[in-house]
């Protein structure tokens, strides 16, 4: 064999491991998801093979799930926000701080070494009926009664903003890091004060990375179902939580494949957008 | 355009002194170089200066007004930095321009003013690139464009010239001491190279770990330097430990073992006394020559080649008189001496200094 046919193979011979897990795991599994979505489910609870379009007509024009796919998309964006404006001025912190940087980042990723589900349970303890919050209140005679906190919108925007915050902060601050601090320095002796050249150096310069931590939010937002599930009431089901309900609770695999393939789509739609003017690189950079 | 002063400014990081107490007077429209290794507390004094950090004690004054409290964005300075800090997501013009806006500058001026600021630099054409699309020189002259735009009264200049290679860094060094001349602003150059200090300045200030060591003129730090560090950091010098028998008026007298006796001219010899002292002869200053040439007054030695450091147009050789080793950098005329041969060293007394110590 030449060098150059052993060159060529050799990017392939390295990816073949990730290549092959990466095929057998997740796009066997979506086409065999997709080839369901045309399925038809039988009023004896039977799967009829085939290729119908009963469910999507049902998922693409029912009302039901398009208000719930909107109401997902609002929770996603409120949530993502909200995490935008804690974060930022969290990532500047640390991104200027001339403390431990690494140890401080550390302890941004110390949540991920609890279970999500712990974490997202943590607020039934502060936020329910015998919480933290509601002893404190009636502690100090603010309230008699315990006031309803939880199962509503703002519980699971409240448990999707924790959950989500440390990847808003640490893009942020990733994008912060790669600006040469001298940059501000420079616009300063120029005549700009420090907040006239935050807003028009240093801002603009960082918000490749606060794009990076909006779309993962927003993505990571939209596709939850556990937060829902903990933290909301019966009328705050997010999508995800369709089809969990199809395919677990119902059994109706063909309509929850649809569905699932309906919410792949709108949020593949989204990042196909990112990626056209921002690039992926950036993203990159923030989740290495 | 303006003096700088600085009153016995002294800058303490937590327990770490970067800069000792230190008093430096800078004239209007003087080029004066901040020289010294790295860590020498030089680039702190420029940021004190600039406003990017607060001196622990003393006074900065410019133009006759104190500064301490005034912020950076006020003082009206020119500051580039070593990596230039232009602002990657604005056009060339727009960095130029970006000062101008933070002033009473008329909208309809400005264009113009960046236009003459961009053909100072001789960079007339670029206005409408993308700092990333530009050489290491070219962005260089830009973020020289954007700090002499707004006028300042002071000029700063943080290693400017350390990241561009070699043969663009002599250019630069040409170009930024013909544009500091015709605009005549006060400027304030830190460096650690000896050669650009010596080209550009008016005066020179070498500091080492947070200390001046010496101000003066670059003959004056070159020919007479004020200590062994500053002997050592200007080129190579040969130090040699020596007796001063005589001082006079006129000079003093250096008796050093096996060079004999070196009159030594005052103006290179300040602060020496009677007693143990310290020759310093430049390594450009002590000639090999061949056994029995001609040496027309000069003191002499006879010397042995140990080392031959060839450098094309010069070579440095190491050789050994008497007891010590010396260093001779000399022109190569013909071929260079070899390695074991038997030469004569030859130097002029007058090109010698004297340092006192022990």
Redesign the interface.
Same mark, same amino acid.
């Not at chain 2, 912020?71 to 500051?79: D, T």
């Given at each position: 064999m030449s060098v150059e046919a052993r060159e060529a193979r050799q990017p392939w011979i390295l990816l073949a491991p990730a290549l092959s897990a990466v095929t057998l795991l997740l796009f066997v599994p979506l086409l065999f998801i997709l080839v369901y979505s045309f399925w038809l489910r039988t009023a004896t609870g039977a799967d009829q093979p085939g290729f119908f379009l009963d469910n999507w007509r049902e998922a693409l024009t029912d009302p039901f799930y398009r208000d719930i796919l909107l109401s997902t998309l609002r929770i996603a964006a409120i949530t993502t926000a909200v995490c935008a404006l804690m974060g930022y001025p969290t990532a500047y912190f640390i991104a200027r701080s001339r403390g431990d940087k690494l140890l401080m980042v550390l302890l941004l990723m110390l949540p991920f070494w609890i279970s999500y589900i712990i974490r997202t349970m943590s607020w039934i303890n502060i936020l329910g009926a015998s919480g933290a919050a509601n002893a404190a209140l009636m502690a100090l005679g603010v309230v008699s009664e315990p006031v309803n906190m939880l199962y509503n919108e703002a519980a699971v925007i409240l448990g999707l903003t924790h959950y989500l915050l440390p990847f808003m902060i640490l893009n942020v601050f990733v994008s912060l890091e790669g600006i040469d601090a001298n940059v501000e320095a420079a616009a300063n002796s120029l005549g700009a004060t420090r907040w006239q050249s935050f807003l028009e150096v240093t801002l603009p310069l960082s918000l490749p990375g606060l794009a990076a931590g909006g779309l993962l939010c927003f993505v990571l937002g939209a596709g939850t179902y556990i937060t829902p599930l903990i933290l909301g009431g019966p009328r705050d089901a997010m999508f995800a939580n369709l089809v969990f309900e199809a395919i677990i609770t119902q059994l109706n695999w063909p309509l929850g494949s649809a569905l699932s393939l309906m919410l792949l789509l709108v949020l593949g739609a989204l990042v196909a957008i990112y990626n056209r003017y921002l690039g992926m690189t950036q993203l990159m950079k923030g989740l290495g | 355009m303006s003096s700088v002063l600085l009153k016995n400014i002294v800058k303490r990081f937590g327990d770490f002194t970067a800069v000792h107490k230190t008093t430096l007077d800078i004239p209007d429209g003087a080029f004066v170089t901040l020289l010294g290794p790295s860590g020498c507390g030089k680039t702190t004094t420029l940021r004190m200066i600039? $406003?990017?950090l607060d001196p622990t004690e003393g006074d900065i004054v410019i133009g006759g007004r104190r500064v301490n409290d005034i912020?950076? +964005?006020?003082?009206?300075? $020119?500051?580039v930095?070593?990596?230039y800090?232009?602002?990657? +997501?604005k056009s060339v013009a727009e960095n130029v321009a970006? $000062?101008l806006r933070?002033?009473d500058v008329p909208k309809a001026d400005i264009p113009r003013r960046v236009q003459a600021a961009l053909e100072l630099v001789q960079l007339p054409d670029l206005g409408a690139r993308r700092p990333r699309e530009l050489s290491g020189g070219q962005q260089q002259r830009v973020a020289l464009a954007?700090?002499i735009v707004?006028e300042p009264d002071v000029l700063l200049l943080d290693e400017p010239l350390s990241a561009l290679d070699a043969n663009l860094r002599e250019d630069m060094r040409v170009e930024l001491k013909r544009i500091q001349e015709r605009i005549g602003v006060t400027t304030v150059f830190v460096t650690h190279d000896q050669s650009e200090a010596l080209a550009m300045s008016d005066r020179i200030v070498v500091m080492s770990a947070g200390r001046v060591e010496q101000v003066g003129a670059p003959e004056q730090v070159y020919n007479a330097p004020a200590s062994e560090f500053v002997a050592n950091f200007l080129g190579a010098s040969n130090i040699v430990p020596c007796m001063c028998t005589r001082r006079g008026p006129e000079g003093a007298t250096l008796e050093a073992p096996a060079l004999g006796a070196i009159a030594v001219p005052a103006a290179r010899a300040p602060k020496l006394r009677e007693g143990p002292a310290k020759l310093v002869l430049r390594a450009e200053k002590l000639q090999l020559l061949p056994e029995g040439a001609p040496c027309d007054g000069r003191i002499t030695a006879p010397a042995v080649v140990e080392t031959v450091d060839y450098q094309g147009q010069t070579v440095r050789y190491f050789v050994r008189i008497g007891e010590r080793q010396f260093q001779a950098i000399n022109l190569i005329e013909e071929r260079p001496f070899a390695v074991g041969a038997r030469v004569v060293a030859a130097f002029r007394p007058q090109d010698c200094a004297g340092l006192p110590g022990t």
């Open positions: - | 600039a $406003g990017l912020p950076i +964005h006020k003082r009206n300075l $020119g500051v930095f070593q990596n800090a232009l602002f990657p +997501h970006f $000062g933070y002033r954007r700090a707004i």
